[in-house]
């Protein structure tokens, strides 16, 4: 977030395994500074019976040439209790082609998880991404992600999932300041999980 240059916001809608009672749907917001980027975001999930919720605002700025970091402090809501959520990251260009990225939320915490990443550029129209993902109570995950850009209006995406195991793939067009993506993910047992993307500005 750190690398916005310009304002810029997000629409996420996804219906997991195609099931309306879990249906995601998110708002972010970036808002470049002088001296970094301000980050609001809006998460919710479920339905009337049962909803999970998020709330958070967090500030994102460079330390240096090579390192950025973020810090945000929100409040979540699942099942009528509520709690504050804490997150920090860090990203370090370790060359032009390749970046390592730390992601912790509630750090020893109740609920914490940690997140490992590591992108690659192995063209200038291929890239591949990396992340180790580890939540309390759950076996570590694996995800490894490619991205294509056969036109500088064209982005598709495919990638693997270890837990639970899925594959998921995803298409994504440029239109001026805008942008537009959908995406789907597999699983052999609980079907299909359709989502949109819609973004505005950036950069």
Known sequence: MAALQKTGAGILQERPFG????????LALGLPTGSGVIGL??????????????????????????????????WSQAGGQASAVGEA????????????????????????VQTLGLYYQLSQHLEAEAEWRKEMSFAPSLQVLFRYHPSPVLLV??????????????????????????SAAYHALLGISP?????WGGG
């Not at 009672?21 to 998110?26: G, N, Q, R, S, T």
């Not at 995406?157 to 959908?182: C, Y």
């Open 89 to 112: 990251g860090l990203l370090w260009k370790l060359i032009p082609q390749v970046r390592f990225g730390l992601h912790l939320v509630n750090p020893f915490q109740p609920g914490s």
């Open 157 to 182: 995406t495919a990638g693997l999932r270890t837990a639970p195991i899925q594959q998921f793939g995803g298409a994504a067009v440029t239109w001026r300041n805008w942008q537009i993506g959908i």
């Open 195 to 199: 989502g949109v993307l819609l973004v």
């Open 41 to 74: 975001k809006l998460w919710q999930a479920g339905f009337s019976l049962y909803r999970e919720q998020l709330a958070a605002a967090g500030y994102a700025m460079p330390l240096g040439r090579k390192l950025q970091a973020a810090v945000s402090l929100g």
């Open 19 to 26: 099931v309306s009672e879990l249906d995601v749907h998110a």
